[in-house]
């Protein structure tokens, strides 16, 4: 069964950094790996996304503060962020999509919550 495993989150004060990790186990043919959050009361939205052959695409409320970016030899998919904002606290979520032994879907992690203080 696929897994992705995320880490990173956690509570910091406005106009600091984290940097979250997912890495897909179980997984083969990634194509374009992602970073979604959802806030409280909010839909779920995309943060960031990279392709296979790296071309990113952002949100614009994070364009010039978070940076994706990935290790395909070791199927994970990095966020970097800076210059946090409370606005940003949210549940993140790792999506990829890609093929197992079973076939192939999109995939998510479980979420990791980060907590951003004013």
């Known amino acids: 069964q696929v897994q992705l495993v995320e880490s990173g989150g956690g509570l910091v004060q406005a106009g600091g950094s984290l940097r979250l990790s997912c890495a897909a186990s179980?997984?083969?043919?990634?194509?374009?790996m992602g970073w979604y959050r959802q806030a409280p009361g909010k839909q779920r939205e995309l943060v960031a996304r990279i392709s296979s052959g790296g071309s990113t695409n952002y949100a614009d409320s994070v364009k010039g503060r978070f940076t994706i970016s990935r290790d395909n030899a070791k199927n994970t998919v990095y966020l970097q962020m800076n210059s946090l904002k409370p606005e940003d606290t949210a549940v993140y979520y790792c999506n990829t999509d890609g093929c197992s032994r079973y076939g192939c879907s999109d995939y998510w992690g479980q979420g990791t919550q980060v907590t951003v203080s004013s």
């Open positions: 179980r997984i083969f043919s990634i194509n374009a």
